[in-house]
């Protein structure tokens, strides 16, 4: 694609240049101008029903004026509008839901945990992912290095009466936990698959950004598959569409490190078409979902 084209795209869609650039060069004209779209329109909100069944919750919200409707790739969350306060609802404030986007939740369900494990959430805030594995896990010890963004998992922690989730302070690269079951690594990253919830972020991010996440998830990685237990499962997450911060991050850590496989979800643990070479890609542009990606690796010895 042209130079000036490129520049007419960004500008159109009031996006950095060089991410404009490298999009066309994924994914060609049409998907990068439908990712451009949905990156300026409202986020849409999508309630996952805690404590309740999908049904009832429907019920109660569509009793309390809410308009309801299916949620994608996700059968049991709720897809909401109607100029709604959640916090007024009585839903909310019993505790029956929490706001979680499609490709959160299917970092949860790719990640196949199984029933009873005891798990690490190390990148925990503000705490979505640690409150969906808590519903099969025996424990989850959610960590995370900000004391403020932990606030957010605190509260809704006391409004959903979880009682297995156990908030911890700590920097992901030294994890202050023994070995465990399974760890969840939800790394920090550009965000490139959330613009449409944080559109100033684009004006943010640098082309150096690419580098200095690399880095950090890189250590992050390397950090949390000392607290796997062999046989175990280490998930490594980004709500980024970037290779730097997804695949190559993956290639590489399995490359240095023998002891370690890509495992692919057990069939049926998400949509088929989210599955690209055993791992988890979800792409706004195609699957009407912010941005996520996962890989599901086993300790084997």
Known sequence: MPSDAIEALALKYSHPRWLVARWVERWGEQDTERLLTLNNAEAPIILRPYGIVREQLEAMLEE?????AEAPYVHDSIAISGGITLTELGAFK????????????????????????????LCAAPGGKAIELSRTASSVFAGDKSVGRLQRLLANERRLETTNIFPF?????????????????????????????????????????LAVMSALQKT?????????K????????????????????????LEGNSSWVLEPPPEGSVSPDLIDAGRLRVLPHRHSTDGAFAARLRRVR
């Open 94 to 121: 019993k505790g029956l839901f929490f706001v979680q986007d499609p490709a959160a939740t299917l970092v949860s369900e790719y990640a196949a945990i199984p029933n009873g494990a005891e798990v690490a959430d």
């Open 169 to 209: 302070v700590a920097d992901a690269r030294h994890p202050a936990i023994r070995p465990v079951d399974a760890v969840l690594i939800d790394v920090p990253c550009t965000g490139t698959g959330t613009f449409r919830r944080h559109p100033d972020a684009r004006w943010r991010l640098k082309v150096s950004d």
């Open 230 to 253: 062999p046989g175990g499962l280490l998930v490594y997450s980004t709500c980024s569409l970037e290779p730097e911060e997804n695949d190559e991050q993956v290639d590489a850590f």
């Open 64 to 68: 309390a004026g809410v308009h309801v």
């Open 220 to 228: 992050i990685l390397r950090a949390a598959s000392h607290v796997v």
